[in-house]
């Protein structure tokens, strides 16, 4: 994995991995938020550009913080 790079690392274990789960967590209480306390109608395209929006930004950052974390940890098992 290491050598398929940074940027395919954070597509793949970031974004689509965690990114994914975070956003649809997330889409998950806003709903539960819309029909418990609003009489709001339910929009399904903003749902799903709140969804992909949430997953590009929390599955970017979350694989930038795993990539930094693995890498750290790999450099410390090669020194000891």
């Known amino acids: 994995m290491r050598a398929k790079g940074r940027a395919s ?3 793949h274990e970031g974004i689509l991995r965690y ?3 975070v956003g ?3 889409i998950i209480w806003e709903v539960l938020f819309i029909l ?3 009489r709001n109608p339910i929009r399904l395209l903003q749902l799903a550009l709140a969804w992909s ?3 590009i930004v929390f599955g970017a950052f979350i694989g930038h913080v795993l ?3 693995h890498e750290k940890d790999y450099h410390n098992a ?3």
Request: charged share 10%; aromatic share 24%; proline share 0%.
């Open 9 to 11: 690392f954070i597509l």
């Open 19 to 21: 990114g994914t789960q």
């Open 24 to 26: 649809f967590a997330i």
């Open 36 to 38: 418990i306390f609003t």
């Open 53 to 55: 929006f949430l997953a």
């Open 67 to 69: 990539w930094k974390q």
């Open 78 to 80: 090669r020194l000891g």
